[in-house]
């Protein structure tokens, strides 16, 4: 198969992004026609169904079979689909092989965002070119894109960009975006990509991670690496091929100096965990001397067996159970010579201090998010900083606390022979990082009475007055409760 991704006329990117917005091969309506309410949980048991929702003459329908349905559609129904382009432009550009009368895509197309993405088809995995496959949206690629900061920046760079995905969401939002990959397919698909969404701002280039920029530095840098720990080099996309996770290592510490002072790199990580070693002891060591302050937040942990059947069932679906025992024993085998017990996932954020090692902190985050979270990541930083000036008791005590807005606090009762008692308190975030916890009755009447605009000493007089407590008896426990409540977002300084 010829790779080209490339119109000979350069009018026909603007061509097929007019025919595909006239026929409605946008988000809301693609989801409505086929009756699904998310495109990545589609999966082979339900093309039947969606085969039989579009199977009418409209040219929705035949482009929703072509590129999401990997079905054949005919060559005069196509043609009549995307008139006035013709498809001898897109047999050219690679985007569809004709056989018998029929035309088949040769790649996915995808509605995301008010974007359309090109990418390969699984079925690529099961060819001589399954090295160079060049991966869609996947669950990844939405985590990093909703915990991507998203400040107006001069310029941003894309790091190991694949379909440019990443790249192209920051385009929005920067004034010059660079994404680079070593693998051929996925600049040309970048490049493709680029130009059918008119992001003028993007350039895409070949080569080794940041070899394509030389000492360029960036205000923003995101990346979807090749994060996987395996024993394999079989594909670009997925294994880094080197020694347990130094490929991730060997990114965040040549990523300070391509970033501008106060620049921030976002790197989704996976990362070894051994036994009887914290977790966070390993991944500190990554960013020793790297003159960044640095947020590790972990979102998944999976023991080593359970983490290599996940990635071998990722690529070899149609592995015989003996070609699988014989693939998962070697995985196996690799990360018992390695010492790695589990491995932990998540996102890794440095941004690029003016001066000094900077601090370095390591979380669990929440068990989900609700929409973008890149405003929390950057609030988090705004926090840690507030917390690091206010590093003493006295400080904080001098401070004004509010309750964010997304806060909710919910109190369940029970009876008692007093009457009604509160039994126990819940606080919860609703938008973004949906950090959850459960506070006391002295920690749920504190939260509520930070009104932005009384010290925190005030409102700890008045709550020891009213318990019969002192003030020392009280700050000495609340203070650190305090910084935690602070650390994720549940109080602000006003």
């Not at 690679?94 to 895509?105: H, K, V």
């Not at 790249?167 to 010059?176: D, F, N, P, T």
């Not at 390993?282 to 059947?309: H, I, K, Q, T």
């Not at 009384?454 to 007089?461: D, F, N, S, V």
């Given at each position: 198969m010829k790779m080209r991704f490339q119109f000979k006329d350069p009018d026909d990117y603007a061509r097929l992004r007019e025919l595909l917005q006239t026929a409605g091969?946008?988000?809301?309506?693609?989801?409505?026609?086929?009756?699904?309410?998310?495109?990545?949980?589609?999966?082979?048991?339900?093309?039947?169904?969606?085969?039989?929702?579009?199977?009418?003459?409209?040219?929705?329908?035949?482009?929703?079979?072509?590129?999401?349905?990997?079905?054949?559609?005919?060559?005069?129904?196509?043609?009549?689909?995307?008139?006035?382009?013709?498809?001898?432009?897109?047999?050219?550009?690679?985007?569809?092989?004709?056989?018998?009368?029929?035309?088949?895509?040769?790649?996915?197309?995808?509605?995301?965002?008010?974007?359309?993405?090109?990418?390969?088809?699984?079925?690529?995995l099961e060819t001589p070119l399954r090295h160079q496959y060049v991966m869609g949206i996947g669950g990844s690629t939405i985590t990093l894109a909703n915990l991507t900061i998203r400040h107006p920046v001069r310029r941003t760079l894309d790091l190991g960009t694949g379909c440019g995905i990443h790249a192209l969401l920051a385009a929005a939002h920067s004034g010059r975006v660079t994404a680079t990959d070593i693998n051929p397919r996925a600049v040309a698909l970048a490049r493709f990509n680029a130009r059918l969404n008119s992001a003028a701002n993007l350039s895409c280039?070949?080569?080794?991670?940041?070899?394509?920029?030389?000492?360029?530095?960036?205000?923003?840098?995101?990346?979807?690496?090749?994060?996987?720990?395996?024993?394999?080099?079989?594909?670009?996309?997925?294994?880094?091929?080197?020694d347990a996770d130094g490929f991730l290592r060997r990114i965040v510490r040549e990523a300070p100096r391509h970033l501008a002072p106060g620049g921030f790199c976002q790197v989704l990580c996976n990362w070894v965990q051994e036994a009887g070693r914290d977790w966070r002891a390993r991944l500190s060591e990554w960013f020793a001397g790297a003159g960044c302050d640095v947020w590790g937040m972990r979102?998944?942990?999976?023991?080593?067996?359970?983490?290599?059947?996940?990635?071998?069932?990722?690529?070899?679906?149609?592995?015989?159970?003996?070609?699988?025992?014989?693939?998962?024993?070697?995985?196996?085998?690799?990360?018992?010579?390695?010492?790695?017990?589990?491995?932990?996932?998540?996102?890794?954020?440095?941004?690029?201090?003016?001066?000094?090692?900077?601090?370095?902190?390591?979380?669990?985050?929440?068990?989900?998010?609700?929409?973008?979270?890149?405003?929390?990541?950057a609030r988090g930083f705004a926090l840690a900083d507030f917390l690091e000036e206010a590093a003493s008791d006295e400080s904080l005590l001098e401070a004004r606390l509010k309750y964010a807005p997304d806060l909710r606090l919910e109190q369940q009762y029970a009876p008692s022979s007093d009457g009604w008692q509160t039994t126990a308190s819940v606080i919860q975030l609703t938008r973004g990082l949906t950090y959850r916890g459960n506070a006391d009755a002295l920690v749920a009447n504190l939260i509520v009475r930070c009104d932005g605009m009384t010290p925190l000493r005030t409102l700890m007089q008045e709550m020891a007055g009213a318990s019969g407590m002192t003030v020392d008896a009280i700050v000495p426990n609340l203070c650190p409760i305090i910084r935690k409540l602070i650390e994720h977002g549940f109080l602000l300084p006003a």
């Amino acid at each position: 198969m010829k790779m080209r991704f490339q119109f000979k006329d350069p009018d026909d990117y603007a061509r097929l992004r007019e025919l595909l917005q006239t026929a409605g091969f946008m988000d809301r309506k693609v989801l409505e026609t086929i009756g699904v309410d998310d495109l990545s949980v589609i999966d082979g048991n339900d093309h039947p169904l969606l085969l039989e929702r579009t199977a009418g003459d409209a040219p929705l329908h035949a482009l929703i079979r072509l590129f999401l349905m990997e079905a054949p559609v005919g060559a005069d129904i196509l043609q009549n689909a995307i008139r006035p382009m013709p498809l001898e432009a897109w047999r050219h550009a690679g985007l569809i092989t004709e056989s018998g009368g029929a035309a088949t895509a040769t790649i996915k197309l995808i509605p995301f965002k008010d974007l359309v993405v090109a990418f390969d088809r699984p079925g690529l995995l099961e060819t001589p070119l399954r090295h160079q496959y060049v991966m869609g949206i996947g669950g990844s690629t939405i985590t990093l894109a909703n915990l991507t900061i998203r400040h107006p920046v001069r310029r941003t760079l894309d790091l190991g960009t694949g379909c440019g995905i990443h790249a192209l969401l920051a385009a929005a939002h920067s004034g010059r975006v660079t994404a680079t990959d070593i693998n051929p397919r996925a600049v040309a698909l970048a490049r493709f990509n680029a130009r059918l969404n008119s992001a003028a701002n993007l350039s895409c280039l070949e080569g080794d991670l940041f070899d394509p920029v030389g000492d360029e530095c960036f205000d923003l840098i995101v990346t979807n690496p090749p994060f996987v720990i395996s024993p394999e080099q079989r594909f670009i996309y997925r294994d880094g091929g080197m020694d347990a996770d130094g490929f991730l290592r060997r990114i965040v510490r040549e990523a300070p100096r391509h970033l501008a002072p106060g620049g921030f790199c976002q790197v989704l990580c996976n990362w070894v965990q051994e036994a009887g070693r914290d977790w966070r002891a390993r991944l500190s060591e990554w960013f020793a001397g790297a003159g960044c302050d640095v947020w590790g937040m972990r979102s998944e942990s999976l023991a080593a067996p359970e983490y290599a059947a996940k990635w071998i069932r990722h690529t070899e679906f149609h592995d015989s159970d003996a070609r699988f025992a014989e693939r998962f024993r070697k995985w196996t085998e690799y990360y018992e010579r390695n010492d790695i017990a589990s491995i932990g996932s998540g996102l890794v954020t440095m941004r690029k201090t003016a001066s000094g090692d900077g601090w370095f902190r390591a979380v669990d985050g929440p068990e989900k998010m609700q929409g973008p979270a890149g405003e929390d990541v950057a609030r988090g930083f705004a926090l840690a900083d507030f917390l690091e000036e206010a590093a003493s008791d006295e400080s904080l005590l001098e401070a004004r606390l509010k309750y964010a807005p997304d806060l909710r606090l919910e109190q369940q009762y029970a009876p008692s022979s007093d009457g009604w008692q509160t039994t126990a308190s819940v606080i919860q975030l609703t938008r973004g990082l949906t950090y959850r916890g459960n506070a006391d009755a002295l920690v749920a009447n504190l939260i509520v009475r930070c009104d932005g605009m009384t010290p925190l000493r005030t409102l700890m007089q008045e709550m020891a007055g009213a318990s019969g407590m002192t003030v020392d008896a009280i700050v000495p426990n609340l203070c650190p409760i305090i910084r935690k409540l602070i650390e994720h977002g549940f109080l602000l300084p006003a």
